[in-house]
């Protein structure tokens, strides 16, 4: 006796199909599970006999041989509970329905439930492009079943549910699509909150229009970090494909929340300076999304960044400049995407008080280059944007007078977004800090008295070619807040402004 039914397995952030074929044949009662599968697919051999017999079911008896195809890919987790489950049953001669196009996806409880599961959303999308016409997810999982806009998805409570559905006694309504909204910025906190730091508020401005890295430093308690968190309320709104790629992210890692379903606001991710190296690239067996992937999309925020690892920090630059991040195991390679915003922020000494106006700085010379060596040229080169954030003084604290509202930085914010989105429509690319090199001449075009300044400006400082590329693309972004075709010297002067503290700080 045999039968075969279809689920799905997770590689990095692609889904497969998965054949999981079962044969029942004379001899001792026994379950073999072969085709490469792990410790937790393995014990589902008793996990799958337990539920049949307390929800009645009637086990095969003979000897039953499971195969997860194809079986030169490890197959990993409890997912496979209930397809194992229905091919047995399907080969015992319970099931009589057509499985053929159908894709079962979910780990039971002992009393026949179904468990949420971990990358549902990547299978039920591939699940779609293999040409499967029902996908069963785990009830739980039922807010990724309505992210697609066209399929039929049936959220499963139990397996007598299904066995019911399968038998036509009663059906399962599918999961029914959601309107894809984008959701605007956080009304808690708002830049209207921050008093004075008005030029940290346009270099912030900056790098929201045009996905620019960006470091800030100043002494303690000066509104870096109070600054940073403001810095979702201005990020532009995402598009569906943003939405959907992030949820994907999410759902691998294990971390979408069960009432969320689409992401619909840019992540903010901000890990404490104890942080591996395996925590923000990803790793593990297995590999899975570290912190780097987790802030795909939107903002990775690095507070204290002297006190990071130095090969936390390090890893940083390959991704940097990619926008994606490799895993190399034993078992091959994973690729996942990491096109985010680095923003940074950092004291200029240990104490905090080198340079500052009113307060004596109690770090030696040798203390301070110590402390700003942690940071190396190589990453330091390809921050875009670096502000320094001057403490606030008491007239600003005490005034009533307000600044402008993250609603209003928003909106220019997105109208610069909009000119870059036409821009690139025929390139894969979402905003300036991503033009590719070979386009740079083409989309930033100087005037003639901007390339002269910018020249002066590049032999001046020793700038690197990497920096020349960023300052161009900074400029670009200052061009399209300003509604200019081209790039003129006024756009070029204030983008080398935020490139001059590692002339100040790293070169005494």
Request: aromatic share 6%; charged share 20%; with cysteine.
């Amino acid at each position: 006796m045999f039968a075969r039914v279809y689920s799905m397995g997770i590689r990095g952030m692609e889904a497969f199909p998965v054949e999981v074929e079962t044969n029942i044949s004379t001899g001792l009662p026994c379950i073999d599970i072969i085709g490469l599968p792990d410790a937790a697919v393995k014990e589902s051999r008793v996990r799958v006999q337990s539920v049949a017999m307390n929800c009645g079911l009637r086990f095969p008896k003979g000897r039953i041989t499971v195969n997860l195809a194809p079986a030169d890919i490890r197959k990993e987790g409890a997912i496979y509970d209930l397809p194992i489950l229905l091919s047995i049953l399907a080969a015992g001669g319970q099931i009589s329905a057509d499985l053929s196009r159908s894709v079962f996806v979910g780990e039971l409880s002992l009393s026949g439930e179904l468990r949420p599961a971990r990358g549902v959303l990547p299978m039920i999308l591939s699940a779609k492009e293999n040409n499967f016409t029902d996908v069963y997810i785990p009830f739980p999982n039922s807010d990724e079943g309505e992210i697609p806009r066209n399929g039929l998805f049936y959220p499963v409570k139990s397996i007598l549910q299904l066995i019911d559905h399968l038998s036509g006694k009663e059906r399962i309504p599918p999961c029914r699509p959601i309107e894809y909204m984008p959701v605007k910025g956080s009304t808690l906190l708002d830049f209207a909150d921050v008093r004075g730091q008005e030029s940290a508020k346009r270099g912030l401005e900056i790098a929201a229009a045009g996905g620019h890295n960006l470091l800030m430093i100043g002494p303690p308690g000066s509104g870096k970090s109070m600054l940073a968190k403001r810095l979702p309320s201005i990020l532009p709104d995402m598009t569906f494909e943003e939405m959907l790629e992030t949820t994907k992210l999410y759902s691998v890692a294990g971390e979408l929340s069960r009432e969320s379903g689409l992401i619909r606001t840019r992540p903010f991710r901000s890990p404490h300076h104890s942080i591996s190296a395996a925590g923000l690239a990803g790793g593990g067996t297995l590999p899975r999304p570290g912190e780097l992937s987790l802030a795909h999309n939107g903002v990775l925020f690095l507070d204290e960044l002297p006190e990071f690892s130095r090969n936390a920090m390090e890893i940083l630059r390959q991704p940097l400049e990619d926008g994606t991040v490799t895993i190399s195991r034993a078992s091959g390679s994973t690729t996942f995407p990491c096109s985010l915003m680095l923003v940074a922020a950092m004291n200029p000494c240990p104490c905090g008080f080198y340079g500052h106006p009113s307060k004596h700085c109690r770090c030696s010379e040798a203390m301070v280059n110590s402390y700003l060596g942690r940071i190396s040229g190589p990453l330091l080169d390809r921050i875009d944007l670096h502000l320094e954030i001057p403490p606030v003084d008491f007239a600003q604290l005490n005034s009533s007078r307000t600044g402008e509202t993250s609603a209003q930085i928003r909106d220019r914010v997105n109208a610069a977004r909009e000119i870059q989105n036409v821009r690139f429509r025929d390139l894969p690319v979402s905003c300036n800090a991503r033009i590719p090199a070979g386009h740079l001449q083409e989309f930033c075009r100087l005037t003639e008295s901007a390339e002269s300044l910018l020249k002066n400006a590049f032999h001046r400082l020793g700038m690197s070619a990497r920096a020349y590329d960023r300052i161009l693309k900074v400029s670009r972004t200052i061009a399209d807040l300003a509604h200019s075709r081209d790039i003129e010297s006024e756009h070029i002067a204030e983008a080398l402004q935020y490139r001059t503290l590692d002339q100040k700080y790293w070169r005494g």
